[in-house]
């Protein structure tokens, strides 16, 4: 059956949804990410963390800040846009130009601002040129991996590390969001995201539980509701080694998920530090506010525990915009977020690699107006 109007407005809605989700959350969560519970609602109420806190920067408050969370997951998907630019060369998508893509990100770590050296449009937002507690581990591993001398020992290995925390996960959404009428298998969206993880985090679970959100997002793109997607996800977890951590975790929330909803019940899922804890805490809090009008209440939930709020809440953002949309999102946090108009953008050019890419580039190149934009590699 042939891709009607409707079908494509609604894909535009949940990646932009998914990957703007993703930011509000991951910002709502991140002044009070080393809060305890007592002090999250001695400051903020009792039902949680319901609006931005102030930051003060310069003595002046703002409201909205993403962290590194975003900022990656948005250079995994210029990554992505710019591996299937690639694909003119008769190559095949190459998950490794995501690495590429994150050592931009650490450039912007380590410089003040751009300095004119880098191709490609999203490495020039000087937006993104700011420290947002970056994970140690992800710094560590992007600059061991420039000690390679040639650009094959730089990007595509596996980082060498025992890390199984949560910044491998919380950027993996991306690999689920491509166009469900592309047929791409769900092995090959595990696949891929386990592999991008695997760039910073060594350990098997840290790779496994972000090929599991790939996949979780994968499946409600194709349709499936949030129940449903979780099955699949649980039914294809077995064909890969190292998963037991990770189908445990998903477990406990489902068990969980049978209770009123509460934080008290959120933190008896662990902190969010560790990768599957970090996936089970947010789809619990899906679980627990599932509807579309419920977007609120379930990041608040997400965000309010004496844990890794940002991710937590990045991740439950991620998959609850894929759900519902763009429009489901809530409009007195949407407004105010960081970068909006960036994040916006790139979901846009996500979209157009990926569902009319012969327009843009290929017979209309190799060299376009769009590859100077995402160069492929």
């Not at 950027?171 to 092995?187: D, E, K, M």
């Not at 099955?231 to 190292?242: F, R, S, V």
Request: charged share 20%.
């Amino acid at each position: 059956m042939p891709l009607t109007r409707s079908d494509l407005e609604s894909y535009r809605s949940r990646v932009r949804g998914s990957l703007l989700g993703g930011a509000i959350g991951d910002a709502l969560g991140g002044p009070v990410e080393f809060w305890d519970l007592s002090r999250i609602r001695s400051t903020c109420g009792p039902d949680g963390v319901r609006e931005y806190q102030s930051e003060h920067i310069g003595g002046t408050p703002v409201y909205g800040r993403i962290t590194d969370d975003t900022q990656m997951t948005l250079f995994t998907v210029e990554g992505m846009i710019r591996a299937s630019v690639r694909t003119d060369r008769g190559l095949g998508f190459t998950v490794a130009v995501t690495h590429h893509a994150y050592d931009r990100w650490l450039d912007t770590q380590q410089l003040s601002g751009p300095d004119g050296t880098h191709d490609g449009w999203l490495i020039n937002q000087r937006w993104l040129y700011s420290q947002r507690a970056p994970g140690t581990t992800c710094l560590t591993a992007l600059r061991e991996a420039r000690k390679g001398k040639r650009a094959a020992e730089q990007f595509g290995a596996q980082a060498t590390n025992n890390s199984k925390g949560c910044g491998g996960v919380m950027r993996s959404a991306p690999f689920g969001l491509l166009p469900p009428w592309i047929g791409q298998p769900l092995t090959w969206v595990y696949e891929s995201a386990a592999e991008a993880a695997g760039y910073t985090h060594g350990h098997p679970t840290g790779q496994v539980a972000s090929g599991t959100l790939a996949v979780l997002i994968a499946a409600i793109m194709r349709g499936e509701s949030l129940h449903q997607a979780i099955d699949t996800t649980l039914d294809l977890l077995p064909k890969y080694d190292a998963n037991g951590e990770t189908t445990a975790a998903i477990n406990q929330a489902l068990t969980a998920s049978t209770n009123p909803p509460s934080p008290e019940s959120m933190e008896t899922l662990g902190g969010g530090w560790i990768a599957e804890e970090a996936l089970a805490m947010s789809i619990y809090a899906c679980l627990a506010h599932p509807e579309p009008d419920q977007v609120l209440d379930a990041l608040a939930l997400a965000v309010t525990h004496s844990g890794d709020s940002d991710s937590t809440g990045a991740i439950c953002g991620n998959i609850l915009g894929a759900l519902h949309g763009e429009t489901a999102l809530p409009p007195e946090l949407a407004f105010e977020v960081e970068g909006r108009g960036t994040i916006l953008e790139l979901a846009d050019d996500f979209i157009f690699e990926f569902t009319q890419s012969t327009r843009l580039h290929s017979d209309y190149g190799p060299h376009t107006r769009w590859t100077k934009r995402y160069p492929g590699w």
